[in-house]
Nanobody, 125 residues
Framework: QVQLVESGGGLVQAGGSLRLSCAAS????????MGWFRQAPGKEREFVAT????????YYADSVKGRFTISRDNAKNTVYLQMNSLKPEDTAVYYC??????????????????WGQGTQVTVSS
């Protein structure tokens, strides 16, 4: 069992930065790949980034590549999403999620086993 709690969301102007954190409980955290997804009002939940259990591989949506960086600290049971050069279209509720099956499609939210409650990110123009 893994429980996830996101933090770090807020209101920022376009071009600004935020760092989201996701604290996990449970001894199996280090064995899970971790992902960030987001959902804007009226839209489906979409993939943002994923990091493998070791941190050796990272994957990004094209819309955030070069602006966002996902990282993890297994000693602290925490995964991060550094978001730079934010745009109004990045406004959404951001969720972290844990994926136990390394052969799963990491871009598909249905594949993830555990989810946090989400944190709101609002980017003003």
């Amino acid at each position: 069992q893994v429980q996830l709690v996101e933090s770090g969301g807020g209101l920022v102007q376009a071009g600004g930065s935020l760092r989201l954190s996701c604290a996990a409980s449970g001894r199996t955290f280090s064995s899970h790949a971790m992902g960030w997804f987001r959902q804007a009002p009226g839209k489906e939940r979409e993939f943002v980034a994923t990091i493998t259990w070791s941190g050796g591989n990272t994957y990004y949506a094209d819309s955030v590549k070069g602006r966002f960086t996902i990282s993890r600290d297994n000693a602290k049971n925490t995964v991060y999403l550094q978001m730079n050069s934010l745009k109004p279209e990045d406004t959404a509720v951001y969720y972290c999620a844990a994926l136990s099956n390394s052969n799963s499609d990491y871009r598909d939210p249905v594949e993830y086993d555990y989810w946090g409650q989400g944190t709101q990110v609002t980017v003003s123009s």
